[in-house]
Each structure stands twice: as C-alpha cells, then as structure tokens.
C-alpha cells in the first residue's frame, strides 16, 4: 500500500490551534503510484477538515502545483489553502533552509504568486487569480430565512443580498449584519442544506460550478487584539461553519472595493473570522482597481503554524 506523506497546519494565525486547520499531502514521486481525483477525495472526507491539498511532484523548482478538496468536491481556488501551502513553501519546509525558493503555486484557478509579506511575523502574501462576477440575482430575505431562520429580526422583508464570484467556482453571498450580536446569533444552516448551485436560479449562466457560501459580516468593529477597526465575519456553508474563509474574505473585500472603491487606488481590509468558535483568524486582503474601475490585484495574506505531521495510507483505486 502506497504511503503519502502530510503535514497539518493551522492557517491565519501565529498559534496553534487557532485559525483554520489544513491537511496538506504530498503525492508520490512515481507516476505509476499516481492518485486519482476520487481517491483524493476519499483522503479530504478521512481528514474531514474543511479543506484538503494535494502537493505535486515538483517539476520547476520555483513552482508547485496543488489540487484542492473540500469534503463535497473538488474546487478551483480557496483562500485558507493557498495561504497554508504559500506558507509552507516559504517558511516551514525543510528545503527552504537548503535555498529553495518557491516563487509560485499552480491552481486550477491559475497561477498564484506567493512571497513572504513580514519577515517577523512570517506572513506570506498571494496574488490571487480572479475573474470576479457580480451575479443578476440577488438572494431573497426569504431564501435566507430559509437556511437560517432564527435571523428574521434583522432582517426587513423587502431586503436582498449580493451574490459574488471571485472566481468561477467559488461565489459567496454576503449578509451584512448591524452588530456583534446579530453575528453571534447566526447558526449553520437548520437542516444542513447548501445553497443550491447547479440547479438553482442564484448564479448566471456559464457560473454554475462549485459552492455557494453564505458570508456574514459587520464592519467597523474595534478589535481589541489590534486596536484597529475590522470587518468581523462568519462563514456558513450548510451544516459547516469556517472558521477563516480567505476566498469569501476576498470575495468581500473585491465586492466592497468594486462598489465602494475610488479608482486608480489599493483597498486595504482586515478581516477577523472564528472568534465564536474560539479559532481566531487574521485575513489580510488588498484590492486596487485601475483608472477604469475593473481590479488590477487581489492580494491576500496571513500566516500558519504546523500542528502535525505523518503519512496515510492511500485508498485503493477505485
């Protein structure tokens, strides 16, 4: 039986057990052990953390391909993996101290850039790729209330919420809350169930892939950690909550920027997720446009900590 060699870290955070976990398994050097994607899948359920990687047999030195899983399927970009395999490349590999110098990942939302953002804090950044969408539906109060039912005081019944791409696959849509305390009172979904994507009437045409996740924020929170105003947020994806989202915290920050945003300028947001369930996170996300209002960058950072390490036998193929 084939064994794979993982590391676990914890991603957004500088401790661990904070942030958000991350398995990270490296495939076989032999191609004749080669997995396939739905034995990479069975892998991600056996974690059952909210998102698994899968590192490729380096072919260029200065890039890395990864696969990403989430135990439903699997998904072209997130934020969390990325900036949890940006960080072990840049700053807890074991060849980074024999000079190896990751300068990219390879997704199949396309390539990635990564760089050490704060050498104190080990901090790394990622250019992420992005084709933003903002949907022509919007998602009805009613069909929240739907999913979370106990939110309806927050709510007035004409009310609607934005859904968003930040790529094709990954699309949010964000709820804005009035205060901390509505935030606490959000509750995964009451039967478990995800946003309809394939065969629902939310995304355009041609957009259709992927997850729905559904994004609470309020803005303007003083954080006590940093004595800085933040946009304090949870993510709700059926019976998940996650506690660090980095592609609905980019998402966001592209929504906010798109529709708020002065042109020709970068858009800086600090985003805190998890603190109810006790795994705080710090999501850094850069946004500019250019002169014409379209998004020039996205860049996104943070940083991880390993927690664990160790290999798991692969499943037979099936």
Sequence with gaps: MTQLR???????TLKAYGGNPLAVVFLPEDSAAALTQRQKHIITKEFNLSETIFVHPAQDASKRTIDIFTIECEIPFAGHPTIGAASWFLCHDPAVAAGSAVTSLVTKSGEIPISIADTATQAVAARIAHNTRIHASRLPVKDLLYYHPNMESY??????FPLFSIV???SQTFIELPSLEALAAVTTSTG??????????YLDEGWKNGLICVYFFVRDVDDSVTQQKVIRTRMMLGS??????GSSASGLAAYLTLTEGQAGQAHSYHVVQGVEMGRRSDIGV????D?????EEVVLTGAAVQVSEGKITAPESV
């Design 6 to 12: 993982f590391v676990t870290l914890d991603v957004f």
């Design 291 to 295: 002169s014409q209002r379209k998004i």
């Design 168 to 170: 094709n696959g990954m």
């Design 240 to 245: 998940l909550e996650d506690p660090a989202t």
């Design 286 to 289: 850069k946004v500019s446009l």
């Design 192 to 201: 478990g169930e995800l946003v309809p994507v394939q065969n629902g009437d």
């Design 155 to 160: 709510f007035k019944p004409d009310v609607s």
